[in-house]
């Protein structure tokens, strides 16, 4: 993401936001879901081609390099990545990166609130829909981390943890680029989200999972794809025995989003170089539990 992505909207970043409001979100993320899953040659050689055209994605790093021998449109999206192309930093305390992206914004909940963007803050309740265990994030630390098309789209673990939760929250799906978040109140705890709690060996911490216009889906390794869902509604999903290591895949998004780690009041912190904008890739130290 560039500075770009920090500046002041303009009149036609403000005439972008009041389409998101009145367009058929849902609507047309199921459109793309059928799109780029579609495996008739010439449908996903197309839409590769013109991905391609726009967004310069490096094919080094994937287990298959030739983007035009995935299967589908997504399955090139969601690529994986060859075995070793993102060590993932060793020690029990330490927090990496469960994404390659870029910080949109890092730091501690204050009054219940994460910010948002400049000047726009959001209540912690509201991104976790009254979840009775939003509390042990209550003075926690977050940081906001924002998947670019042209990312890696597999999400990892960020800690070694055991799955103690997973929520669907039904909403909207407002775009998650700068115009977006700059002018709509609230945005991460208004769109669709997937919502993971874990327990580590330093504490509670959550991954939360944000949709998107042109989501497609959101899907985690126990549950499969869980957006878009059959029925809206705030759902607990079965969570089955399960502890994942840090650096583990955790689940991906069919197509780009956002991702919201949570660490547990009183036992996270952030390094001092995690500020916005800054790159992270996957397995790199983001900070610490204690």
Known sequence: MSAARRAVPGPGARLFVALLHVMPQHALSRLV?????????????????????????????????????????????????????????????????????????????????????????????????????????????????????????????????????????????FSVNASAVAHVPGLFARNERVLTLFEGERGAFAVVLVGALNVGSIATVWAGDVTPAPRRRLTRLPCPPLTLAKGEELGRFNMGSTVIVLLESGRGQWLPELRALRPVRLGEPLGTMT
């Open 33 to 173: 879901l059928r799109a780029t899953r579609a495996q008739t040659p010439w449908l996903k050689n197309l839409i590769t081609r013109l991905f391609l055209a726009r967004f310069a994605l490096d094919m080094s790093e994937a287990l298959e390099s030739d983007p035009y021998r995935y299967s589908s449109f997504n399955a090139l999206f969601t690529r994986a990545l060859r075995p070793g192309a993102r060590p993932v930093a060793a020690g029990a305390g330490i927090v990496v990166s469960p994404v390659d992206g870029t910080v949109s914004e890092a730091g501690t909940i204050e009054d219940g609130r994460l910010l948002q963007a400049k000047g726009h803050s959001y209540r912690l309740e509201a991104l976790l829909a009254g979840q009775p265990w939003a509390a042990r994030f209550a003075r926690g630390a977050f940081a906001t981390l924002y998947l670019a098309p042209h990312d890696y789209h597999r999400i990892h673990m960020p800690l070694t943890g055991r799955l103690l939760d997973t929520v669907y929250v039904p909403g909207r799906l």
